[in-house]
Nanobody, 123 residues
Framework: QVQLVESGGGLVQAGGSLRLSCAAS????????VGWYRQASGKQRELVAS???????NYADSVKGRFTISRDIPKNTMYLQMNGLKPEDTAVYYC?????????????????WGQGTQVTVSS
């Protein structure tokens, strides 16, 4: 059974930093595309950052230069390092593995989400 467990959210002042973690069971991040999304109150969920199997990354324009997605293969954990946080970064953040994921039980047609972690940036 695939499970993504997040940690690391919290309250921080503008300009501060946080690091989100997402640990996986039931699959290896190293052989899957992974990503981080966020959803602010009253808004649609949006892609923040993604990383391909070969390690190439993409970022939303709003976070380029401030956020960094990474993964620790031995720990099977992915991270989102967030620096220079702004009040508009306030949202619930979710780690994601899209449909077509390679799991321990084979390729899955569903996508997977973490439980979400709240990030609040005060001005």
């Amino acid at each position: 059974q695939v499970q993504l467990v997040e940690s690391g959210g919290g309250l921080v002042q503008a300009g501060g930093s946080l690091r989100l973690s997402c640990a996986a069971s039931g699959m290896f991040f190293s052989i899957n595309t992974v990503g981080w999304y966020r959803q602010a109150s009253g808004k649609q969920r949006e892609l923040v950052a993604s990383m391909s199997v070969v390690g190439s990354t993409n970022y939303a324009d709003s976070v380029k230069g401030r956020f960094t997605i990474s993964r620790d293969i031995p720990k099977n954990t992915m991270y989102l390092q967030m620096n220079g946080l702004k009040p508009e970064d306030t949202a619930v953040y979710y780690c994601n593995v899209p449909s077509g994921a390679r799991t321990f039980r084979g390729m899955s047609s569903r996508e997977y989400w973490g439980q979400g972690t709240q990030v609040t940036v005060s001005s």
